[in-house]
T-cell receptor, first 112, second 109 residues
Framework: SQTIHQWPATLVQPVGSPLSLECTVEGTSNPNLYWYRQAAGRGLQLLFYSVGIGQISSEVPQNLSASRPQDRQFILSSKKLLLSDSGFYLC???????????FGNGTRLTVT | GQSLEQPSEVTAVEGAIVQINCTYQTSGFYGLSWYQQHDGGAPTFLSYNALDGLEETGRFSSFLSRSDSYGYLLLQELQMKDSASYFCAFSGSARQLTFGSGTQLTVLP
C-alpha cells in the first residue's frame, strides 16, 4: 500500500532563517505531488505541485520554493522565513491530476 | 474566477442527519471532492463525484448537480467522532484541487 511521510511534525524558526521540509511517498511510481498551506481555521491553499522529477508549478508568488530531486521526494524550502510563513504545511500525493489527494500528517511551522 | 462556498459552522446531535452544502464557480469542472479534517490532523479523503447524482459510502453520501454548480455531503447516524471540519474541493480547468474554507461540524451528545 502507499504511504506518505512528512517531517518534521512541528518546527519553530526565527524570522530570516532558512526552511527545508521534506516529504516522501512509498508504494507508488510517478505520483503527482503537492504542497499546501493552511492558516489557522482556514482552508487549504495550494503552493506548489509537481507531475514529475524536476517539474514544479507554483500557484502563489512568495518566498518559498519547491524541488523534486527524486520521483517520490518533494521538498519545500525558503532562504529567509517571514512571520507570515507560519502555518500548517501539508504534503499530498495523487495518482493523477484531478484524482483524490492523500495527505501527510503535516508540519506545524511557527516563525518567531 | 474560481470560488467555493460552504457554511462555516454546523451543529447537530448524535444520531441525527446533517447536510453540508457546497456551491462552486469555475470555468472548467472535472469533479467535486469532500475531505474530513479533525483538529490538529491532516485532511482525509471522503468522497468524489464526477457525474450528477448520489454516491454512498457507508454513513456518508455525496451529491452533485453540475447544472446547479452545487453539491452536498450527507452524514447519517451522526457520532461524536464525526465532529471535525469538512472541506469541499473541485477540480477546475487547471485540474488541480481548489478547496473551500471548510465547515466545522459539532456533534452534541
Amino acid at each position: 500500500s502507499q504511504t506518505i511521510h512528512q517531517w518534521p511534525a512541528t518546527l519553530v524558526q526565527p524570522v530570516g532563517s532558512p526552511l527545508s521540509l521534506e516529504c516522501t511517498v512509498e508504494g507508488t511510481s510517478n505520483p503527482n505531488l503537492y504542497w499546501y498551506r493552511q492558516a489557522a481555521g482556514r482552508g487549504l491553499q495550494l503552493l506548489f505541485y509537481s507531475v514529475g522529477i524536476g517539474q514544479i508549478s507554483s500557484e502563489v508568488p512568495q518566498n518559498l520554493s519547491a524541488s523534486r530531486p527524486q520521483d517520490r521526494q518533494f521538498i519545500l524550502s525558503s532562504k529567509k522565513l517571514l512571520l507570515s510563513d507560519s502555518g500548517f504545511y501539508l504534503c499530498a500525493w495523487s495518482p493523477g491530476v484531478g484524482s483524490p489527494l492523500h495527505f501527510g500528517n503535516g508540519t506545524r511551522l511557527t516563525v518567531t | 474566477g474560481q470560488s467555493l462556498e460552504q457554511p462555516s459552522e454546523v451543529t447537530a446531535v448524535e444520531g441525527a442527519i446533517v447536510q453540508i452544502n457546497c456551491t462552486y464557480q469555475t470555468s472548467g469542472f472535472y469533479g467535486l471532492s469532500w475531505y474530513q479534517q479533525h483538529d490538529g490532523g491532516a485532511p482525509t479523503f471522503l468522497s468524489y463525484n464526477a457525474l450528477d447524482g448520489l454516491e454512498e459510502t457507508g454513513r456518508f453520501s455525496s451529491f452533485l448537480s453540475r447544472s446547479d454548480s452545487y453539491g452536498y455531503l450527507l452524514l447519517q447516524e451522526l457520532q461524536m467522532k464525526d465532529s471535525a471540519s469538512y472541506f469541499c474541493a473541485f477540480s477546475g480547468s487547471a485540474r488541480q484541487l481548489t478547496f473551500g474554507s471548510g465547515t466545522q461540524l459539532t456533534v452534541l451528545p
